[in-house]
């Protein structure tokens, strides 16, 4: 007769779990299944197939009951990330539910979530770049936090391989501190974007224009069609034409057959073994059946994303470790970092009235940074720097909107494109701060039973210096070129705004003043990997997410190889 309890702890064993379907956790699972690891990805949210799933992506305004905004008896479920801006009828079924998976802002914080099978891969802006090694080498220059225990040649193939993969439209400059990546055709800039270009990089320079780096297709790839200019990202690609883990990584992961999805899975803790010092599992809760089951296997990839995963060690306590697994330095759920936004300068271009443009390119423009990269650009004011993004556009219909008028001159009218506007907003780098952290909040519970997390993190006068140099500079650009009716801005906003929230499980050269070691492994746990922006040192200004897919990926390697010659 068989023995029932070896089966079911059988059954539930893998080679590899990875925790997590979002960008990150869809490259661990390609790579290890690719690898010929037999891996398990457990993610909280729902399931969601590519295409099928995207209900919303072919519906035009007039076939939504609010026209695409958001209505009132949904904004009390998105309370919290609501406040982005970004969440309306169409796409707010890829968004978190911020009632049932409350948090408590010690000081205000947005925190952005996307619980279903792919994350926020479904979500994000596709805006794509590498790092270079000002951004490697910033801690150890000035100071803030731990030196990265990486630089630039070590991620480089690395970045090659995934956008090799993935897919990354874009225009090489050969700046040092934007690498240029491997690139499918630019987009194109509209007319007025051409004009300012020239005209900024006449006039100052040192700063270059270029159109947005973006992870869209603009030529078939890797049986993915290209983009058609639609602008309902948001909604699901049914092109697949943007990278998302729905449509890349999972199906490649899947394809091997060597891939286990479990869905409404929520990883609660990491099952320690004092005697061998391994994680042998992970402790989750069924969302729909309120149990709690366990998974084994050898290693473990934690890519619940940055303040999950975080959320995750610190619930893993033992006697080895009382504070959270790993946690020999005590900086985890420290160092918690994100980038100032929404600070820039707009106005209107007269000319070009007689030009528009096709389409609705998900795209805008980008003006790397060039603060701080050499002995000439040094600033007294601030370490680091920040880079634009924006764009211009013509006025439509809207523009009309608040007007009281009435009558055909005034219909007339509205069909008629109004004048060229362009922008530009600052994203600015954070420094790693000791005091902005994360911890157990053990009196607040969801509705698992599970602690909350807290949030104390606020910018400072480094990130305030910043900004202001990103308005002055923005004006002073936009005056020089030659626009009109210049409004300068400073859309003050909390941590989180950005969405880029990195850091509280830093990679670092020294057990005692980080949580990994530079191939991404728990110093103290070498079979426990942490691949998403968790593992981040510092935070550069540009968006993070092509930097978590290479460095999952080179984990991932190494993971595979560590395997084959069982040290782990
Ligand atoms: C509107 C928007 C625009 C953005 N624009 C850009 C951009 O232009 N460029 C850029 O680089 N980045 C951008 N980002 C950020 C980008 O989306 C994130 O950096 C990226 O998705 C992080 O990847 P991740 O794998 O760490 O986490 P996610 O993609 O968030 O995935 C994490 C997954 O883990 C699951 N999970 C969480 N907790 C648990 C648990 N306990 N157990 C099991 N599963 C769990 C979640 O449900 C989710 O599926 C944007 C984000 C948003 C929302
Ligand atoms: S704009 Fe392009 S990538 Fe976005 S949904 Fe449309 S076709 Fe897909």
Redesign the pocket.
Known sequence: MANFNIDAKRDMTYDAIV?????????AAKELCEGGLQTLV????RMVEHIKDYTTMNLDPWDMKYRGALPTELQKKHYK?GR?G?IGEDTEHF??NDEENPYTEVKPFMW??????????L???????RWSDLDFEANAKDGYGVDWPIRYKDIEPWYTYVEKYAGISGEALGLPQLPDSHFLPPMELNCVEKEVKQRIEKDFPGRNMIIGR??HLTQPHNGRGQCMYRNRC?RGCPYGAYFS?NSVTLPAANATGNLTMRPY????SLIYDEETGKATG?R?IDSESGEMMEYYAKIIFC????L??T??LLNSTSDRFPDGLGNDSGELGHNLMDHTYRTGAMGTFEGFEDQYYKGRRPNGIYIPRYWNIDDKTQSDKFVRGFGYQGGAGRDGWGAGANQEAFGADFKDGLMKPGPWQFFITGFSECLPYHENKVTLDKESTDKWGQPTLAIDCEFKDNEKALNLQARLDAKEMLEQVGLTNIVDFDNEHEPGYG????GTARMGKDPKTSVLNATNQVHAVKNVFV????CMTSSSC???????MAI?ARAADHAISELKKRNL
């Open positions: 925790i997590g379907s979002g960008i990150s956790g869809g490259w457990l993610e909280r949210g990330a982005t970004f968004w978190a952005a979530r996307a619980h279903q099978m792919g994350g926020r891969s979500l994000w802006g596709k805006q794509t770049y973006v992870a948001g883990s899975s929520i990883a609660q992970v989750i890519n619940a994303s940055t999950s995963t959320q995750i969405i880029h929230e990195m691949t998403d922006g968790a540009v968006n993070p997410s092509l930097t978590y999952t």
